[in-house]
């Protein structure tokens, strides 16, 4: 069994991202930079956020956060939205999610300026994604498809099973691994928390990307010998030994699910530590003008 060590990835994935940027400084070029605006204290949230500044901070580029309080309402953040995509210095922005219930997150994802649109979530960027054309891909999906990469793990034609449905993560992955791309040219089945009979499709799958966010979904029954996991939970679950008093536990049952594995990736430090990498090289390319 290998561990795919997403944190080493991501670091790898950075230094590159770090290089290019020393680089475009050299040369007089535009510094990337990335604006994140933030609503309320959801510690997730917050963490999740204050990571992706840091990471700027660490590759050299320029980054802006932009905090609300829950109580923001739809029309200021709808204002700011229009304000970054007006403004030359800012190359890409995300706004992270979940916004509080009397916001429409629908409305407020459209308003994002596209080709500003690093987290690939605005419905061009998703209908391009799935036409195959240039597009920012959403960057949980991306990270995954870069770690099976650079472990050189083999895809075509294998049965990958998507568990999650989420515009974010499952999605987009279960439609990234049928491209005929590598990493991709899988079949795919895409289940969900609905799906009957859950084991009888993963028993099935050489791959199987869990993204429901219900902790230690995927047990040792369900996964076949010598299958790749990859584990996208990241729940927070109490934890008294903790000094923060909580843990993050994936979707998989991850002692008794490593055995049986040729590759699986840890929580934390597997899928995480890449989402925040591929937001950067996003941003890079939207910097460069890669994509549009
Ligand atoms: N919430 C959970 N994951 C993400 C993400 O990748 N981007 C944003 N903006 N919000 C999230």
Aim: hydrophobic share 40%; aromatic share 4%; with cysteine.
């Amino acid at each position: 069994m290998t561990l795919l060590d997403g944190k080493k990835t991501s670091e790898t994935i950075q230094q590159e991202i770090a290089a290019d940027v020393a680089e475009i400084k050299a040369n007089g070029g535009k510094v990337p930079h990335l604006a994140a605006i933030l609503v309320g204290n959801d510690g997730g949230s917050v963490t999740y956020v204050t990571n992706k500044v840091l990471a700027c901070e660490r590759v050299g580029f320029g980054s802006t956060l932009i905090r609300y309080e829950d109580d923001v309402t739809e029309d200021e953040l709808l204002a700011k939205i229009e304000e970054l995509n007006n403004d030359d210095e800012i190359d890409g922005f995300i706004v992270q999610l979940p916004l509080p219930k009397h916001i429409n997150t629908d409305k407020v994802l459209e308003a994002v300026d596209p080709k500003k649109d690093v987290d690939g979530f605005h419905p061009t960027n998703v209908g391009r994604m799935v036409a195959g054309l240039s597009a920012y891909l959403p960057a949980t999906p991306a990270g995954i498809l870069q770690l099976l990469a650079r472990y050189e793990i083999e895809t075509k034609g294998k049965h990958c099973v998507v568990v999650g449905r989420s515009n974010i993560v499952g999605s987009p992955m279960s439609i990234l691994m049928s491209k005929p791309n590598y990493p991709g040219n899988c079949t795919v089945t895409l289940c969900h928390r609905n799906t009957v009979n859950l084991a009888y499709h993963t028993l099935q799958a050489d791959i199987i990307i869990a993204a429901v966010g219900i902790p230690g979904l995927i047990t040792a029954e369900m996964v076949k010998e010598g299958a790749v996991v990859i584990d996208v939970g990241t729940t927070r679950v109490a934890d008294e030994t903790r000094k923060a008093g909580y843990r993050l536990r994936g979707d998989v049952d991850f002692d008794n699910v490593a055995p049986k594995c040729s590759f699986i990736t840890p929580v934390p430090g597997g899928v995480g530590p890449l989402t925040i990498a591929m937001l950067l090289k996003n941003t890079l390319r939207a910097a460069k003008r890669e994509v549009y």
